[in-house]
């Protein structure tokens, strides 16, 4: 797999999100939990985008570890 696959299909799944919260009743829960989830679904591209400008190869694998982090 090339850098930018991963890069792509991270940010082809936060798509996908967005298009299915559209179709969440709006009310106050339908609101809450589909803008928390659009939120959690867009941070590991930015996370990512954040490791691949790392200075080292130790800083890269600290921040793919705050990625992994966060998306537990």
Same mark, same amino acid.
């Given at each position: %797999?090339?850098?930018?696959? #991963? &890069? &792509?299909?991270?940010?082809? @799944?936060? /798509? ?7 179709? /969440? ?11 928390? #989830?659009?939120r959690s679904s867009g941070a590991p591209a930015l996370n990512y985008? &954040? ?5 080292? +190869?130790?800083? @890269?694998? +600290?921040? %793919?570890?705050?990625? #992994?982090?966060? #998306?537990?």
């Open positions: %797999m090339k850098t930018n696959d #991963l &890069e &792509e299909r991270i940010i082809d @799944f936060a /798509v996908s999100i967005i298009k299915i919260i559209e179709d /969440v009743n709006n009310n106050y829960s339908g609101n809450y939990y589909g803008n928390q #989830l659009i985008g &954040e490791a691949r400008s790392a200075e080292s +190869h130790k800083d @890269f694998v +600290h921040k %793919m570890g705050i990625c #992994l982090k966060e #998306l537990r």
